[in-house]
């Protein structure tokens, strides 16, 4: 018998990272998604990525981390496709 299988995205909530630091904000325009940079990390080195969608704050996607050291890299990236810090 053929079970689908659940979901497992949309699990986590944006207010999960209460405690963490807001380091940038992107939106494109039209766009259902924000991406949101944060850190827990006292140093600031490591900064999580995370697609937010944004009428519910659910979380869509964890991108993984970059380095405080690559942000602006990828700062100039998101620019090139759209994205708009806001």
């Not at 999960?16 to 006292?42: A, C, F, G, Q």
């Not at 937010?52 to 602006?72: F, N």
Request: overall charge positive.
């Amino acid at each position: 018998m053929y079970t689908q299988k659940k979901s497992t995205t949309h699990k986590k909530n944006i207010d999960n990272y209460k405690n963490y630091k807001v380091i940038k904000t992107w939106e494109k325009p039209r766009s259902p998604i924000r991406r949101v940079w944060l850190t827990n990390d006292p140093d600031e080195w490591l900064i999580d990525v995370l697609h937010v969608l944004k009428k519910s704050g659910k979380i869509r996607e964890s991108e993984g981390w970059i380095t405080a050291k690559e942000m602006d890299n990828w700062a100039h990236w998101y620019k090139s496709l759209g994205w708009k810090e806001v």
